[in-house]
C-alpha cells in the first residue's frame, strides 16, 4: 500500500515537473522569436530613418542649386540655415504642444524602464520624441541620431510585449533587444549592440538575456546587410602601425577626451535647467535652439547636422589647427543648446565628432608623431574615449573600433585612453550623462535594481490592518486586557472617527492607577506615512525599538495600520529575491 501511494505521489511531481518545463521552454522559445521580430523591425525602421533624415538634410544643406546669401560688407552670410533651422524647431515646438509633453525621451528613459519593475515606455512619449529626433535632424539641429533609435527600439519592444497575445516575457530582456537592434543596424556593428545593451540598459549578465539580445542585434544586422538602404557611416580603413609610435599621443588623448566628454555632459545638463528658470514653457525652448543654429549655420554651417562627412574629412585630411579648434568648441556649444533646449537629438554622434576633432587636434601637437597616416589611429581612439564616457559604456566603445575598422591594433591603442577617461569622468561627474539625467530625476540608478525596486515599494502595500485598538476612555486594567488577549505588547489609541491618539505599551501601563490612557501613550513615537518607500522605513528602523510602527496618514491623521520589523525584513528579502531571479537567470 506504501509503495502505491509513494507511486502515486512520483507520478504527479513528474507531471508537474513537466508541465513547469515545458511552460519554461515555451516562454523561452516565444522570448527569442519576439526577439527576432523585434530585431527586424527596429532595423526596417532605422535604416528608414537615417537615409531620410540624411536625405532630406543634404537636399537642404548641401544643394548647390539651393543657395540664399547676403553680403554685409567683405562677409557672405549663407540665410538657409536661418531659414530651415527655425521653422524646423517651430515643428518641434508645436509637437511637443499638441503632444502635451513637459520633455522629450530618450536613452535615461530606456534604461529605467528596463529597471523599473513595470517596465512600461509612454508611446506617446517615445513615438512622439522619434518624429521630433528626425524633424530636428533633417532640419540642422546640432544633434546625434542614434539615441532617437535606442529609444525608439525600446519603445517598440515594450509596445510588442504589452499585446494580449503576447506570452509573458521578461520585460528588461525585450527592451534590451530593441536596443540592441537600433545599435546593430545603426552602426552596422552586431557584437557593440549585444554589448551596449547589456552595459547601459540592462547591467546585468544571464543567458537568458545573452541569447536574447544576441537574436536580435543579429536579426537587425541581417536585414540590415540584405535590405541594403544604408551602409555603416564609419567604416574605416586599418593601417599598420607601431604602437611605441602614439603611446604619447594616446596619453594625452584620455585626459583631455575626460575635459572634452565632461564639458559636454556638465553644458547640456546647465542649459537644460535654463528655460525652467527664465520661465520659458518646455515647447517654446525648442525655438531658441532653432535660432542659435539658424545664426551659427549661417557663419559656420559644419557643426551643423551629424557632422559625419566633416568629421570623416577631419579623420582622412589634415586641418588648420585653428579651424579645428572652433570646430570642437562650436558643436560642444551648438550641440549642448540644441539638447537643453529640446531641439532634440542623440548625444553619442556629436560625441563621436568631438571626440574625432579631438585626436586630430591632438595629432598636430608638435610633441606628437608627425606621420601623416597615424591621424586615423588618434583620431578613432579620441572618438571612442569621449562617446565612451558620454554613454557610459567603455567595453562597447572598445569593441565598436573593432567592428568598424576590421582592427585589433586599433582596438587595443583605444583601449588606453578610454580607460583613463573612463576613471576620470566617473570620479568627477558621473558613470555616464544618462545615469546623471536620472540622478536629478531622483531615480539613483548607479545603486543598481535592489536600491530602486525599494524606493519604489510603498509600505501601505505591506500594513498589517490587525491591531490592538483602544479607546481614550478605556479603563488602564481593561487596556492591558486587551493587549493580553491580543497577545501583543502596545496598543493604539484611535477615535470613534479613526484618527490616530497616540501609541501605548503594556509595559507602561502595568502598576499604574487609573488614570486617562492619554496620559500615559509614548512621547515621540516613530509614525510612518503609508506613501513613504522602503528604503526610508528601513533607515527609520535602524534606530527603533519595540514590536510595531503605526502607519499614520500624516495628512489627516487617519490610522491606517501597522507594519513591524519582520515584515520589512521579509519585504526586503522578497525583493532581493526578485532581483536575484532577474540577474542571474
Request: charged share 15%; net charge positive; hydrophobic share 50%.
Given at each position: 500500500?506504501?509503495?502505491?501511494?509513494?507511486?502515486?505521489?512520483?507520478?504527479?511531481?513528474?507531471?508537474?515537473?513537466?508541465?513547469?518545463?515545458?511552460?519554461?521552454?515555451?516562454?523561452?522559445?516565444?522570448?527569442?522569436?519576439?526577439?527576432?521580430?523585434?530585431?527586424?523591425?527596429?532595423?526596417?525602421?532605422?535604416?528608414?530613418?537615417?537615409?531620410?533624415?540624411?536625405?532630406?538634410?543634404?537636399?537642404?544643406?548641401?544643394?548647390?542649386?539651393?543657395?540664399?546669401?547676403?553680403?554685409?560688407?567683405?562677409?557672405?552670410?549663407?540665410?538657409?540655415?536661418?531659414?530651415?533651422?527655425?521653422?524646423?524647431?517651430?515643428?518641434?515646438?508645436?509637437?511637443?504642444?499638441?503632444?502635451?509633453?513637459?520633455?522629450?525621451?530618450?536613452?535615461?528613459?530606456?534604461?529605467?524602464?528596463?529597471?523599473?519593475?513595470?517596465?512600461?515606455?509612454?508611446?506617446?512619449?517615445?513615438?512622439?520624441?522619434?518624429?521630433?529626433?528626425?524633424?530636428?535632424?533633417?532640419?540642422?539641429?546640432?544633434?546625434?541620431?542614434?539615441?532617437?533609435?535606442?529609444?525608439?527600439?525600446?519603445?517598440?519592444?515594450?509596445?510588442?510585449?504589452?499585446?494580449?497575445?503576447?506570452?509573458?516575457?521578461?520585460?528588461?530582456?525585450?527592451?534590451?533587444?530593441?536596443?540592441?537592434?537600433?545599435?546593430?543596424?545603426?552602426?552596422?556593428?552586431?557584437?557593440?549592440?549585444?554589448?551596449?545593451?547589456?552595459?547601459?540598459?540592462?547591467?546585468?549578465?544571464?543567458?537568458?538575456?545573452?541569447?536574447?539580445?544576441?537574436?536580435?542585434?543579429?536579426?537587425?544586422?541581417?536585414?540590415?546587410?540584405?535590405?541594403?538602404?544604408?551602409?555603416?557611416?564609419?567604416?574605416?580603413?586599418?593601417?599598420?602601425?607601431?604602437?611605441?609610435?602614439?603611446?604619447?599621443?594616446?596619453?594625452?588623448?584620455?585626459?583631455?577626451?575626460?575635459?572634452?566628454?565632461?564639458?559636454?555632459?556638465?553644458?547640456?545638463?546647465?542649459?537644460?535647467?535654463?528655460?525652467?528658470?527664465?520661465?520659458?514653457?518646455?515647447?517654446?525652448?525648442?525655438?531658441?535652439?532653432?535660432?542659435?543654429?539658424?545664426?551659427?549655420?549661417?557663419?559656420?554651417?559644419?557643426?551643423?547636422?551629424?557632422?559625419?562627412?566633416?568629421?570623416?574629412?577631419?579623420?582622412?585630411?589634415?586641418?588648420?589647427?585653428?579651424?579645428?579648434?572652433?570646430?570642437?568648441?562650436?558643436?560642444?556649444?551648438?550641440?549642448?543648446?540644441?539638447?537643453?533646449?529640446?531641439?532634440?537629438?542623440?548625444?553619442?554622434?556629436?560625441?563621436?565628432?568631438?571626440?574625432?576633432?579631438?585626436?586630430?587636434?591632438?595629432?598636430?601637437?608638435?610633441?606628437?608623431?608627425?606621420?601623416?597616416?597615424?591621424?586615423?589611429?588618434?583620431?578613432?581612439?579620441?572618438?571612442?574615449?569621449?562617446?565612451?564616457?558620454?554613454?557610459?559604456?567603455?567595453?562597447?566603445?572598445?569593441?565598436?573600433?573593432?567592428?568598424?575598422?576590421?582592427?585589433?591594433?586599433?582596438?587595443?591603442?583605444?583601449?588606453?585612453?578610454?580607460?583613463?577617461?573612463?576613471?576620470?569622468?566617473?570620479?568627477?561627474?558621473?558613470?555616464?550623462?544618462?545615469?546623471?539625467?536620472?540622478?536629478?530625476r531622483g531615480v539613483a540608478i548607479t545603486k543598481g535594481r535592489e536600491q530602486i525596486r525599494l524606493n519604489e515599494a510603498i509600505i501601505k502595500n505591506y500594513v498589517d490592518y490587525n491591531y490592538t485598538r483602544l479607546n481614550s476612555k478605556n479603563s488602564v486594567k481593561s487596556a492591558i486586557k486587551l493587549l493580553i488577549k491580543s497577545k501583543t505588547t502596545e496598543g493604539y489609541i484611535v477615535s470613534n472617527d479613526n484618527n490616530y491618539i497616540g501609541k501605548i505599551s503594556l509595559m507602561s501601563l502595568i502598576g499604574k492607577k487609573e488614570t486617562n490612557l492619554v496620559d500615559l501613550v509614548e512621547i515621540k513615537p516613530l509614525i510612518i506615512d503609508p506613501n513613504s518607500n522602503l528604503i526610508y522605513v528601513i533607515k527609520k528602523l535602524s534606530k527603533f525599538v519595540g514590536e510595531s510602527i503605526p502607519i499614520v496618514d500624516k495628512k489627516t491623521n487617519q490610522m491606517i495600520g501597522i507594519i513591524s520589523e519582520n515584515d520589512v525584513l521579509q519585504a526586503y528579502l522578497d525583493i532581493s529575491e526578485e532581483i536575484n531571479l532577474i540577474e542571474k537567470h
Amino acid at each position: 500500500m506504501t509503495t502505491d501511494k509513494n507511486y502515486v505521489v512520483i507520478c504527479v511531481e513528474l507531471k508537474m515537473f513537466k508541465k513547469i518545463n515545458i511552460k519554461a521552454l515555451t516562454d523561452s522559445l516565444a522570448l527569442l522569436f519576439i526577439a527576432a521580430v523585434v530585431g527586424t523591425i527596429v532595423s526596417f525602421v532605422a535604416q528608414i530613418f537615417i537615409i531620410s533624415a540624411k536625405n532630406i538634410y543634404d537636399f537642404i544643406f548641401n544643394n548647390p542649386d539651393f543657395h540664399l546669401s547676403i553680403d554685409i560688407g567683405s562677409v557672405s552670410l549663407n540665410l538657409v540655415p536661418l531659414l530651415i533651422c527655425v521653422p524646423s524647431s517651430i515643428l518641434v515646438a508645436l509637437l511637443m504642444y499638441s503632444l502635451k509633453l513637459t520633455r522629450w525621451f530618450g536613452p535615461a528613459d530606456t534604461i529605467y524602464a528596463a529597471h523599473h519593475r513595470a517596465g512600461i515606455l509612454d508611446l506617446k512619449g517615445g513615438f512622439g520624441s522619434t518624429l521630433a529626433s528626425f524633424i530636428s535632424i533633417s532640419g540642422g539641429a546640432s544633434v546625434g541620431i542614434y539615441g532617437p533609435l535606442v529609444h525608439f527600439g525600446a519603445t517598440v519592444s515594450s509596445f510588442i510585449r504589452r499585446q494580449k497575445y503576447i506570452p509573458k516575457i521578461p520585460h528588461d530582456i525585450i527592451i534590451g533587444s530593441g536596443v540592441a537592434a537600433a545599435i546593430s543596424a545603426g552602426f552596422g556593428a552586431p557584437l557593440a549592440g549585444i554589448i551596449f545593451a547589456h552595459e547601459t540598459v540592462l547591467r546585468h549578465f544571464s543567458m537568458k538575456a545573452v541569447a536574447a539580445l544576441a537574436i536580435s542585434s543579429m536579426a537587425a544586422n541581417f536585414s540590415a546587410t540584405e535590405i541594403g538602404i544604408v551602409s555603416p557611416p564609419l567604416l574605416l580603413s586599418a593601417i599598420p602601425f607601431e604602437m611605441s609610435d602614439i603611446l604619447l599621443s594616446l596619453s594625452i588623448i584620455g585626459p583631455l577626451a575626460a575635459v572634452t566628454a565632461i564639458s559636454f555632459m556638465k553644458l547640456i545638463l546647465i542649459l537644460g535647467t535654463i528655460p525652467a528658470k527664465l520661465n520659458i514653457k518646455s515647447w517654446q525652448a525648442p525655438i531658441i535652439a532653432g535660432f542659435a543654429c539658424g545664426l551659427c549655420g549661417m557663419i559656420f554651417s559644419e557643426i551643423l547636422g551629424l557632422g559625419t562627412e566633416v568629421l570623416m574629412s577631419v579623420i582622412t585630411s589634415q586641418q588648420i589647427l585653428s579651424y579645428l579648434i572652433v570646430l570642437l568648441i562650436g558643436k560642444l556649444i551648438l550641440t549642448s543648446i540644441c539638447i537643453g533646449f529640446g531641439f532634440f537629438g542623440g548625444t553619442f554622434s556629436p560625441a563621436l565628432f568631438l571626440g574625432g576633432v579631438l585626436g586630430a587636434i591632438v595629432f598636430q601637437l608638435p610633441i606628437t608623431s608627425t606621420n601623416p597616416e597615424l591621424m586615423s589611429v588618434l583620431a578613432v581612439s579620441a572618438m571612442a574615449a569621449v562617446s565612451s564616457s558620454v554613454i557610459g559604456a567603455p567595453i562597447t566603445a572598445i569593441i565598436l573600433v573593432l567592428e568598424l575598422t576590421s582592427s585589433y591594433e586599433y582596438a587595443i591603442a583605444a583601449t588606453f585612453p578610454i580607460v583613463v577617461c573612463s576613471f576620470i569622468t566617473s570620479r568627477t561627474f558621473g558613470n555616464s550623462l544618462f545615469d546623471k539625467q536620472l540622478i536629478t530625476r531622483g531615480v539613483a540608478i548607479t545603486k543598481g535594481r535592489e536600491q530602486i525596486r525599494l524606493n519604489e515599494a510603498i509600505i501601505k502595500n505591506y500594513v498589517d490592518y490587525n491591531y490592538t485598538r483602544l479607546n481614550s476612555k478605556n479603563s488602564v486594567k481593561s487596556a492591558i486586557k486587551l493587549l493580553i488577549k491580543s497577545k501583543t505588547t502596545e496598543g493604539y489609541i484611535v477615535s470613534n472617527d479613526n484618527n490616530y491618539i497616540g501609541k501605548i505599551s503594556l509595559m507602561s501601563l502595568i502598576g499604574k492607577k487609573e488614570t486617562n490612557l492619554v496620559d500615559l501613550v509614548e512621547i515621540k513615537p516613530l509614525i510612518i506615512d503609508p506613501n513613504s518607500n522602503l528604503i526610508y522605513v528601513i533607515k527609520k528602523l535602524s534606530k527603533f525599538v519595540g514590536e510595531s510602527i503605526p502607519i499614520v496618514d500624516k495628512k489627516t491623521n487617519q490610522m491606517i495600520g501597522i507594519i513591524s520589523e519582520n515584515d520589512v525584513l521579509q519585504a526586503y528579502l522578497d525583493i532581493s529575491e526578485e532581483i536575484n531571479l532577474i540577474e542571474k537567470h
